[in-house]
């Protein structure tokens, strides 16, 4: 039987895809003048490039574990 798809590959698709409609947004509003809301979109870009990388560290750490190596985080 097959191992089902993790969910933190569904959270990583998720967050690339804020991250570049955040950035797009942002960009498009900072043209347009709205600068208020350019800064707003561009944090919710940053959170999700944040978000990526820890989904990242956390499918790295499962991979070593599923592997039979079961090391710190951070080696």
């Known amino acids: 039987m097959e191992e089902p798809y993790s969910p933190l590959n569904l959270r990583l698709v ?6 570049v409609v955040c ?3 942002s960009a498009l ?3 347009a003048g709205w600068t208020i809301p350019g800064w707003l979109l ?3 870009a ?5 978000d990526i990388v820890v989904i990242q560290l956390r499918r790295r750490a499962r ?5 039979g190596r079961n090391h710190s985080l951070f080696e």
């Open 14 to 19: 998720l967050a690339a895809f804020g991250l």
């Open 23 to 25: 950035t797009v947004l």
């Open 29 to 31: 509003l900072f043209r």
């Open 42 to 44: 561009a944090a919710w």
């Open 46 to 50: 940053l959170a999700a490039l944040v």
């Open 63 to 67: 991979a070593r574990t599923a592997s």
